[in-house]
């Protein structure tokens, strides 16, 4: 297993367009992440996954962003109608068991810039 | 609501020197999990060390040591001996296993090793 993958690693796209970015998460893991990190930030929650569950999602996701997990596998992360103010950078984790004990794995990210 | 704060922006250390990188955060929980994360430039992030809030001794990996204050809501990295390759942002990040599951991250230091 080679880690958390995320695909495209980069994404230029036009004011207006959708855009669905995809993460594959380390196979045993039951729960997965994406958090959104902007130039000089830490990352911001954005939703939860636990298995195909979505559990939590930020009141930063507005009504433009979807995020799936079908058969608790990859999820894909879909922003509608882009805007300038979504360029970021996209980050996918994914980790399993119930608490802190174990750590969250971080893929490089998926930057998308809206020009 | 959580809050986690890092204060240095930027920090800057002579290599095989020790360096403290601060973190202070804000909860009303009195059992959850405090990690460092490190993001080298266009890499993903890896976990550098955790610690619980229940235990008292502070967590050690190699080089890598923490200063765990529960009381004050403190958590600070000691890098020692630093090494070129430690060049990176540091994120301190706090974890809620009773509550929502989710990592709330801080702002970031950017260290920087200078030879």
């Known amino acids: 297993d080679t880690g958390v993958s995320q695909d495209p690693r980069h994404k230029i796209t036009k004011r207006g367009q959708n855009v669905t970015f995809r993460c594959d998460p380390i196979?045993?893991?039951?729960?997965l992440y994406w958090y959104r990190q902007t130039l000089g930030q830490g990352p911001e929650f954005l939703t939860y996954f636990q298995n195909e569950a979505q559990l939590e999602k930020s009141r930063l996701l507005s009504d433009r962003f979807s995020a799936e997990r079908p058969k608790g596998s990859f999820s894909t992360l879909e922003i509608q109608r882009t805007e300038q103010g979504d360029s970021a950078m996209y980050l996918c984790?994914?980790?399993?068991?119930?608490?802190?004990?174990?750590?969250?794995?971080f893929g490089q990210g998926t930057r998308l810039t809206v020009v | 609501a959580q809050t986690v704060t890092q204060s240095q922006p930027e920090m800057s250390v002579q290599e095989a020197e020790t360096v403290t990188l601060s973190c202070t955060y804000d909860t009303s929980e009195s059992d959850y999990y405090l990690f460092w994360y490190k993001q080298p430039p266009s890499r993903q992030m890896i976990l550098v060390i955790r610690q619980e809030a229940y235990k008292q001794q502070n967590a050690t990996e190699n080089r890598f040591s923490v200063n765990f204050q529960k009381a004050a809501k403190s958590f600070s990295l000691k890098i020692s001996d630093s090494q070129l390759g430690d060049a990176a942002m540091y994120f301190c990040a706090y974890f809620d296993p009773s509550g929502t599951y989710k990592y709330i991250f801080g702002t970031g230091t950017r260290l920087k090793v200078l030879a």
């Open positions: 984790a994914s980790r399993t068991g119930t608490d802190g004990s174990t750590e969250a794995f």
């Open positions: 196979s045993e893991h039951n729960r």
